[in-house]
T-cell receptor, first 112, second 114 residues
Framework: EAGVTQFPSHSVIEKGQTVTLRCDPI?????LYWYRRVMGKEIKFLLH????????ESGMPNNRFLAERTGGTYSTLKVQPAELEDSGVYFC??????????FGPGTRLTVL | AQSVTQPDIHITVSEGASLELRCNYS??????LFWYVQSPGQGLQLLLK??????LVQGIKGFEAEFKRSQSSFNLRKPSVHWSDAAEYFC????????????FGTGTRLKVLA
């Protein structure tokens, strides 16, 4: 069984540009989460999908971040325009219930 | 508000020595508790989890953790550390309602001396 995959693994962009991160959850997992770790800080929750619906987006930093989940399968997280403080590692996780989330390898985003 | 504290940012131990990583949490109910490990270049791997029942939980790679309600703690232990255990360890509280999202600690980076 394939795990959670994320693409790209690294992204380096200039301030003001747009970046789109992708997450493919484990097949059959209805729950999909996005988290972010800014350097040296804790991993923080961004948002939660149940199938294609946003269940909780209380952790989204501002309206420059847009997350979608097409047909309840993969998800994208777009940052537009990117700012320096958006740099960090973005993790995606999925679960079939509440008994443990499976995390992807993360996307390291660097905004110059 | 919910929070997780990992008081040790860095820990260095010798190979073969015992290990204890501390985790304290603040949550209004009995939480779901997790320990994850992130090795260099890898994602977060689940080591063990606690939902209810026996407060001593066994995980993968020889790790165990004990839930102590009175101390709001969930410390991770290993009796004998291997060089391959060098990694960053994260304690997390899983909310028990709503979105079941996680609240993470800041992580503890473990260095193992040969």
């Amino acid at each position: 069984e394939a795990g959670v995959t994320q693409f790209p693994s690294h992204s380096v962009i200039e301030k003001g540009q747009t970046v789109t991160l992708r997450c493919d959850p484990i097949s059959g997992h209805d729950n999909l989460y996005w988290y972010r770790r800014v350097m040296g800080k804790e991993i923080k929750f961004l948002l939660h999908f149940v199938k294609e619906s946003k269940q909780d987006e209380s952790g989204m930093p501002n309206n420059r971040f847009l997350a979608e989940r097409t047909g309840g399968t993969y998800s994208t997280l777009k940052v537009q325009p990117a700012e320096l403080e958006d740099s960090g590692v973005y993790f995606c996780a999925s679960s079939s219930g509440y008994r443990g989330q499976f995390f992807g390898p993360g996307t390291r985003l660097t905004v110059l | 508000a919910q929070s997780v504290t990992q008081p040790d940012i860095h820990i260095t131990v010798s190979e073969g020595a015992s290990l204890e990583l501390r985790c304290n949490y603040s949550y209004g109910a009995t939480p779901y508790l997790f320990w994850y490990v992130q090795s260099p270049g890898q994602g977060l791997q689940l080591l063990l989890k606690y939902f209810s029942g026996d407060t001593l939980v066994q995980g993968i790679k020889g790790f165990e953790a004990e839930f102590k309600r009175s101390q709001s703690s969930f410390n991770l232990r290993k009796p004998s550390v291997h060089w391959s255990d060098a990694a960053e360890y994260f304690c997390a509280v899983g909310l028990t309602s709503g979105t079941y999202k996680y609240i993470f600690g800041t992580g503890t980076r473990l260095k193992v001396l040969a």
